[in-house]
């Protein structure tokens, strides 16, 4: 998938996300989904950086979303390829960041794990971490961070807490 591990580039990239909650609940839902970070990394829309940094170009994703599906300025297209419904989970994903207006039209055909995610994500975009985890939605998450507990940054105290 890249030069580092998933855990690490997971790590990284909540740690990019910052506390902003839209950024980071968008985060959290392309890793929680599990499709995406593979592709991202493919189309180099995801960067990841020697000295332990990494971030997705949202722009770039939204770009992907709303065109034809090549970077802007690249010699050549790499293009993403997903179905209907991992493309409704990229598309929430850039709209939860707060910054890209796009169509939203295909989650109502998520299937029920799916539909649990996006509306955990877009419950932690809205109203906070803590109020998406009182939901109930998602299971087996850190209570602390929403991260399931290999790509939890917290102390293994907190982390062995886990709701089931």
């Known amino acids: 998938m890249s030069p580092i591990d998933r855990g690490t580039l997971i790590r990284q990239l909540a740690d990019s996300a910052g506390a902003a909650k839209g950024p980071r609940a968008a985060t959290w839902l392309l890793v929680q989904h599990g499709f995406w970070l593979p592709e991202l990394l493919r189309a180099e829309i995801i960067t990841t950086l020697p000295s332990g940094i990494a971030f997705i170009s949202w722009q770039s994703a939204a770009n992907h979303c709303s065109g034809p599906g090549s970077r802007p300025g690249a010699s050549i297209p790499r293009p993403l ?22 169509d939203l039209y295909r989650l109502g055909s ?22 998406a ?16 507990p290999e790509n939890c940054p917290c102390s293994d105290a907190e982390a062995s807490e886990v709701k089931q």
């Open 133 to 148: 985890a009182s939901t109930g939605l998602v299971t087996g998450l850190c209570p602390r961070c929403s991260w399931r």
């Open 81 to 102: 390829d997903a179905s209907d419904s991992q493309w409704a989970i990229l598309k929430l994903a850039c709209v939860l960041t707060g910054y890209h207006a796009l």
């Open 110 to 131: 998520l299937d029920d794990r799916n539909h649990a995610l996006a509306t955990y994500a877009f419950a932690w975009a809205t109203g906070g971490q803590q109020y």
